[in-house]
């Protein structure tokens, strides 16, 4: 085995287990209780029969919120720990979306099932992730579904042009996986990317450069710096990416982002600009990320590179 496939088989080892262990240790996280976020819309974490295995976050007065946009979300590690982010989907659900994540409640005060470490076997090989892709784009199928579905809660609420695809770690690499369905009409990727080394170490993940050119939509990476064990593979994707708008940011806090802080932080505020300019036409949305001196072009210790947005 060569040297490439060495450390591209642990840099994807690192992408599924690194938010698993970190959730596997006691913290602040799990104590930490759901708000309802900072949008116009308070948002609720729920589960429902119809969609069993999956976590959905939404406001909770669905008569107060119309034109619903959808997000399905890969969690990191691509675990089966739907509320893994929750803080982060919680406060996207606040300004108008139902989120959408593969598994149950494993973490915060509301979890309902525990936790299950994924040790590696004697070859030193990780299982198969948890989650796919399809149980993502089930999250998708399913929303449209009860959308058109006479006595749902949902019926006649979703905006069936507002739809996004996103990810954290292996998560993201799921969201690309989903991107090429032409129902989605934008794509963020958080601490992720494309293996650089042309391995394809995560069991249960199809993923290759050759992904990049499906995609079809403006499309916005999130890593957390250098520090990011997704640097290498996040910032190659963007050097590849020339067909479609494009955004990478950096923020300076290393692969696990913001997700464990109120409100998801600095990364669900830019997630949520993005999304409400992608989606809906925000003006105000948009400037986050237009012209010299967006609002993230000026913020101490982060960058951004645009392609195809100025």
């Known amino acids: 085995m060569s040297r490439h496939h060495i450390m591209g088989a642990a840099l ?15 913290n602040s996280f799990d104590t930490m209780p759901n ?42 590690g691509c675990s089966a720990d739907g509320a893994s982010a929750r803080q982060h989907l919680i406060e996207i659900a606040s ?28 070859s030193g090989q990780l299982p198969p992730v948890a989650t796919t892709s399809a149980d993502v784009k089930a999250g998708l199928d399913w929303a449209l579904a ?15 042009k507002a739809l996004a695809a996103a990810g954290h770690s292996c998560g993201g690499l799921q969201a690309l996986e989903v991107a090429p369905d ?7 990727v958080h601490n992720s990317g494309v293996f650089t080394d042309g391995t394809n170490p995560i069991r249960g993940i199809t993923v290759n450069k050759a992904m990049l050119e499906k995609l079809h939509t403006p499309v916005l990476y999130v890593l957390g710096g250098p520090d990011d ?12 990416i020339d067909k479609v708008p494009a955004a990478l940011v ?53 960058t951004i590179e645009k392609k195809g947005i100025d």
Not at 64 to 71: E, H, Q, R, S, Y
Not at 96 to 118: H, L, N, Q, W
Not at 146 to 160: H, P, Q, T, V
Not at 182 to 188: A, D, G, K, N
Request: include cysteine; hydrophobic fraction near 40%; charge should be positive.
């Open 250 to 302: 950096q923020l300076p806090v290393g692969h696990g982002g913001t997700f464990r802080t109120l409100n998801g932080g600095a990364a669900a505020a830019l997630s949520v600009d993005w999304l409400e300019w992608q989606l809906r036409g925000d003006k105000t949305a948009a400037r986050s990320f237009t012209g010299s001196n967006c609002r993230l072009c000026v913020v101490p210790g982060w």
């Open 95 to 122: 300004h108008g979306y139902v989120v959408i994540a593969p598994g149950d409640i494993m973490s915060g005060p509301g979890a309902t099932k525990k936790r299950e470490p994924r040790a590696p076997d004697k």
């Open 229 to 240: 064990i997704a640097f290498p593979n996040g910032t190659d994707d963007f050097k590849r």
């Open 12 to 26: 994807g080892m690192a992408m599924m287990a690194a938010p698993l262990a970190a959730q596997d240790q006691p």
């Open 146 to 160: 009860e959308n058109a579905k006479a006595g749902s809660a949902l019926y006649g609420r979703i905006d069936d």
């Open 35 to 76: 708000g309802p976020g900072t949008g116009p819309y308070p948002a609720v974490m729920t589960q429902d029969p119809a969609l069993p295995a999956h976590v959905i976050y939404r406001p909770a007065d669905l008569a107060k919120a119309k034109a619903l946009g959808v997000l399905v979300w890969g969690n990191g």
């Open 182 to 188: 032409p129902r989605i009409r934008t794509v963020l």
